[in-house]
Each structure stands twice: as structure tokens, then as C-alpha cells.
């Protein structure tokens, strides 16, 4: 891939070395409409290259703003983002904002041509040059995203999965060297997702593409992503690789996120036989349950989850939710005694 740099942009600017591929430092973005709304708050961040990052977070946690930034579509108020090194270029210093080397695929499908055929779509991104070549990697691009059989269809015709495909395939043709996505998987069936997912890890795999792309759902990223960013109200939590972040989070709501953990206080913590002065997170998996008459907890509802259930277990002050893999579940109503086999420490300032 064809590297480029910012500097043709901005004639002062002096390549940063020694930083990530995509570095945020003191980066900050306000809105000002009826009120004044800080989107992104004081972040610092490092993104490596060729790698799968996820940007994780409830609505409104400044997730997308964020994107925005990386790509230069939004100017910070504050702070600053380079790619290899060189500032990023916003609306002030390109006539066309948007990083030369970077590709966004939106949620909105804005840039797809509805009532134009997909081939016409995705071939429509190269120029009438090299009429061979434009034939040749138009195929290449429609298969390796698995809608070669769709190229004759209009956009307008395609489901939301099968849309997203092609807005990829728009996005990859020139071969950027960095792919953002927002909310890639909204409009993807569930049924679909997975294959949607491999299929990026492969791209990825072959071409060294960067990807960084946002989500609400930590669901859909934790098998996909190499590294994830946890945001919440335009602050950067927690970031690491997700498996180092599901059993060893340093923020509470890193925990609540990623594994729906019961989040207890010292107090809480008491009741459950654990001695601590800092908050804890009890993930679901890791709490045993057994009968028993005697207990002040006492089984509150039952969800079926298919190979596990979902039991909402209460005492007179507070809720613990807890998985059971069992096909005979304890029935509602029942006291229950409980057994916690890991829990995690939260320094009291998380």
C-alpha cells in the first residue's frame, strides 16, 4: 500500500516519531447548539496498525465523535491526531475532509447509490484509466466480500446486511490503508454477523488493513477485535486487549459492559462473605448456586437463555444475577446459598 502523509496538507507540521499508527493526544470536541456538549473529553489514545480496534461504549459515550476525529472529518477544540506520525488534516486545512488514506463507511450507507446496480456501485470508486484493471479489481473486491452473485442488483433492492457489504467493497477498492466503521453490524441480520466479521479478520489478515470501528454492543466485537477503547460520557476508561479487559478491567463499567457484571459496594460485598474496602465486580459465570431453605436469598425470576438460565437472585437489600447451566433449574422462590469463585477490586477512585 501507497503510504501518505499529512504534511501536504499542513506545511508547519513535523512528523511525531516513536507513536502509534494512530495516536490522540489531549484530544477534546464541544458542541455548542441550545447548550454546550463535551462529546470527547481530554482523550489520549494509541491505535496499532494492521489490527482490529474496537471503540465500545453505550449511545452518547462520544464513540463516533471520536471516529470523526481519527478520520479528520471533525476539527478538535483541543489536543490533536496523527497517523504515522503527521497531524491529521481537518475541514480547515483540506477543500475535501477525510485523511487520503483512510476510508469511513457510515451507518447510513450515505455514499451508496441506491438506484445504481452494486457493480456500478463499487466500480464507479475507480477512474476510466485502465479499463482492464477497473473490469479486473471491480470482480476481485465483489467476490472477496462474497456479493459477486449481487452485482447486477440495485442497491435499492438489498437487505442491510447485504448493503453493508457492498459499502465495504466501495470503501476497499483503492486500497486504503485504514478502514473506519461505524456501527458496521446495525443493519446485519444476527444470523449474518459472523460471516460478515471473518470475513473482515480476513481482509485484514491478507492486506494488513487497519480497522477501527464503533459499537454499542460488546457483544459483536469482543471475538473480532485485537484491542479494544471503552468510552463513557467522552472519557476514555479502560483499553487493552478484550480478553485482558473481560477478566481484569480497571473500571467498573469496563465489567458491566463487557460481561454484564454485578457490581457490588463494600457493603454489598459483606453479604456475600467478601471482606474488601474498594468496590467489586462479580461476573454471572462466576457465582455457584445451590438450595437452601435457611439462606436470606431466595430466587427471584428465572430467564431461559436456551444451554443456560439466567436467575435474578434477591435478598431484602439488593439483586444478583447469576448464569446456571443446568436443564433442571432451581425453581423461583426457592433459598437459595451462593458460592463466589472470583470476584474483581476496584481501587475506590474508579
Known amino acids: 500500500m501507497a503510504t501518505t502523509s499529512s504534511c501536504k496538507y499542513i506545511h508547519t507540521d513535523t512528523q511525531k516519531l516513536d507513536v502509534a499508527a494512530i495516536y490522540g493526544e489531549n484530544l477534546t470536541s464541544i458542541f455548542t447548539a441550545k447548550e454546550e456538549v ?25 464513540k463516533s465523535t471520536l471516529l470523526k476525529l481519527i478520520y479528520g472529518l471533525l476539527e478538535p477544540n483541543n489536543g490533536e491526531v496523527r497517523y504515522k506520525g503527521w497531524l491529521v488534516p481537518t475541514r480547515k486545512d483540506k477543500l475535501i475532509p477525510g485523511h487520503d488514506a483512510m476510508k469511513m463507511v457510515s ?32 470482480a476481485e473486491i465483489l467476490k472477496k466480500l462474497r456479493i459477486d452473485h449481487l452485482a447486477q442488483q440495485r442497491v435499492a433492492d438489498l437487505s442491510g446486511g ?43 489478515r491478507e492486506t494488513g488493513l487497519t480497522v477501527i470501528l464503533v459499537s454499542h454492543d460488546p457483544a459483536e466485537v469482543l471475538a473480532m477485535a485485537d484491542a479494544l477503547i471503552v468510552m463513557q460520557n467522552g472519557k476514555i476508561l479502560d483499553a487493552g486487549h478484550p480478553k485482558d479487559l473481560y477478566y481484569q478491567p480497571k473500571h467498573p463499567y469496563t465489567a458491566l459492559l463487557l460481561a454484564k457484571s454485578n457490581i457490588f459496594g ?18 454471572q ?5 445451590r438450595e437452601d431453605v435457611n439462606s436470606s436469598f431466595f430466587i427471584h425470576e428465572i430467564k431461559f437463555r436456551g444451554f443456560y438460565s439466567e436467575y435474578l437472585i434477591s435478598n431484602a437489600e439488593f439483586d444478583i444475577h447469576a448464569i446456571v447451566k443446568t436443564t433442571t433449574p432451581i425453581p423461583q422462590g426457592t433459598g437459595v446459598a451462593l458460592e463466589i469463585l472470583d470476584f474483581i477490586s476496584f481501587p475506590a477512585h474508579s
Do not use: C
Open 266 to 283: 463494600v457493603d454489598q460485598a459483606k453479604a456475600l462473605g467478601i471482606l474488601t474496602a474498594e468496590p467489586i465486580a462479580i461476573h
Open 38 to 62: 463535551t462529546a470527547v473529553n481530554n482523550v489520549s489514545f494509541s491505535i496499532e496498525a494492521n489490527r482490529i480496534t474496537a471503540i465500545i461504549g453505550e449511545s452518547g459515550s462520544g
Open 107 to 138: 451507518q447510513g450507507f450515505d455514499d451508496l447509490n441506491l438506484y445504481a446496480k452494486v457493480w456500478d456501485n463499487i466500480a464507479s470508486q475507480l477512474p476510466n484509466t485502465n479499463l482492464d484493471y477497473k473490469q479486473s479489481r471491480t
Open 162 to 204: 447485504e448493503r453493508q457489504r457492498v459499502a465495504i467493497a466501495r470503501a476497499l477498492i483503492n486500497d486504503p490503508e485504514v478502514l473506519l466503521m461505524d456501527e458496521p453490524f446495525n443493519q446485519v441480520d444476527a444470523a449474518f454477523r459472523d460471516g460478515l466479521q471473518q470475513d473482515i479478520k480476513q481482509i485484514v
Open 285 to 289: 459465570e462466576w457465582i455457584d448456586v
